[in-house]
Antibody, heavy 122, light 108 residues
Framework: QVQLVQSGAEVKKPGASVKVSCKASGYTFTGYYMHWVRQAPGQGLEWMGWINPNSGGTNYAQKFQGRVTMTRDTSISTAYMELSRLRSDDTAVYYC???????????????WGQGTLVTVSS | DIQMTQSPSSLSASVGDRVTITCRASQSISSYLNWYQQKPGKAPKLLIYAASSLQSGVPSRFSGSGSGTDFTLTISSLQPEDFATYYCQQSYSTLTWAFGQGTKVEIK
């Protein structure tokens, strides 16, 4: 079955970087865009950006431009999200999610990874 | 950027109640609207895509409607497992995806 498995929880100090991985299985990794979404404690969902695993092309939300880098390794069907210059308000659960596109052109996220908690604290 | 506004932010309901959640887009998004359910400590789960299409495996008590700027998620008869937070998402602008702020459905 289609599955996204993310790396484990991280604790980082302010100013550091974190790299979260998302391993895909059960489908052709290069055939679907991968998105990253985060959720701060008690807050809603915030879209961060996407990567095209086929070309490596990326598109980031303006809020994260200059701090986020999304990459992939097609040999192991894994996408990565690296966030730099971490601040306390980057403490959140980070999710990867596969974009599914219908023939009619409509699109949505399914499935999602299980989430990775990143805690930023001195 | 397209903004998504959900109402209400929270609601209390009883098992068996009919529940309606509204999502409004800041500009027309045709039918490019999805709904997700999220339970505490879990990843969001797709319920409805393209405004009104039920995702495989999702109970038929869930339905979606609307187009343009106004959309609705309806739960026809609330079940104990439906207590969760619900999010709408626009997929019209794929350069700047956006979610609504969420609606928490609680037990009355």
């Amino acid at each position: 079955q289609v599955q996204l498995v993310q790396s484990g929880a991280e604790v980082k100090k302010p100013g550091a970087s974190v790299k979260v991985s998302c391993k895909a299985s059960g489908y052709t990794f290069t055939g679907y865009y991968m998105h990253w979404v985060r959720q701060a404690p008690g807050q809603g969902l915030e879209w961060m950006g996407w990567i095209n695993p086929n070309s490596g092309g990326t598109n980031y939300a303006q809020k994260f431009q200059g701090r986020v880098t999304m990459t992939r390794d097609t040999s192991i069907s894994t996408a990565y999200m690296e966030l730099s210059r971490l601040r306390s308000d980057d403490t959140a659960v980070y999710y990867c999610a596969r974009e599914q596109i219908a023939a009619a052109g409509t699109n949505w996220f399914d499935p999602w990874g299980q989430g990775t908690l990143v805690t930023v604290s001195s | 950027d397209i903004q998504m506004t959900q109402s209400p932010s929270s609601l209390s309901a009883s098992v068996g109640d009919r529940v309606t959640i509204t999502c409004r887009a800041s500009q027309s998004i045709s039918s490019y609207l999805n709904w997700y359910q999220q339970k505490p400590g879990k990843a969001p789960k797709l319920l409805i895509y393209a405004a009104s299409s039920l995702q495989s495996g999702v109970p038929s008590r869930f339905s979606g409607s609307g187009s343009g700027t106004d959309f609705t998620l309806t739960i026809s008869s609330l079940q104990p497992e439906d207590f969760a937070t619900y999010y709408c998402q626009q997929s019209y602008s794929t350069l700047t995806w956006a979610f609504g702020q969420g609606t928490k459905v609680e037990i009355k």
